[in-house]
């Protein structure tokens, strides 16, 4: 297959260059400032000076932990892992330090619950 085949066939311009290809898919200055400035103001939460720290889904929780949202569920919070419930039905919310001391806490005694 040729290269002008390929390019046809990549929706690619006969007259692009990569330089001008690169242009599309590098990242908006603006938009990595704005990311930048979100975890910022993440930190400077009330949550986050009150020692708390960030607030954090139970999916994050499950990242941080190396397992799924449904092992924080039916295991980890039973066994006392903290965590905030914003409702009768709402949504569990976890608090980064929190989650850590937690870890810490269990590290320490052997990783037997309770």
């Known amino acids: 297959m040729t290269t002008e085949t390929k390019r046809r066939i990549s929706g690619l311009a006969m007259?692009?260059?990569?330089?001008e290809i690169?242009?599309?898919?590098?990242?908006d200055p603006a938009e990595s400032w704005a990311r930048q400035r979100a975890r910022q103001s993440a930190d400077?939460?009330?949550?986050?000076?009150?020692?708390?720290?960030?607030p954090?889904?139970?999916?994050q929780v499950a990242a941080m932990l190396g397992c799924s949202p449904w092992?924080?569920?039916q295991q980890h919070i039973p066994a006392g892992l903290p965590?905030?419930?914003?409702?009768p039905q709402g949504k569990l919310v976890f608090f980064r330090d929190q989650v850590v001391a937690w870890v810490l806490r269990?590290?320490?005694?052997g990783g037997k619950r309770s």
């Open 71 to 73: 092992t924080v569920r």
């Open 15 to 19: 007259g692009a260059k990569p330089l």
């Open 106 to 109: 269990q590290q320490q005694k």
């Open 83 to 87: 965590h905030f419930r914003s409702g």
């Open 56 to 59: 954090l889904s139970i999916r």
């Open 44 to 54: 400077e939460s009330p949550a986050a000076q009150a020692g708390l720290g960030v």
């Open 22 to 27: 690169q242009r599309i898919s590098e990242p």
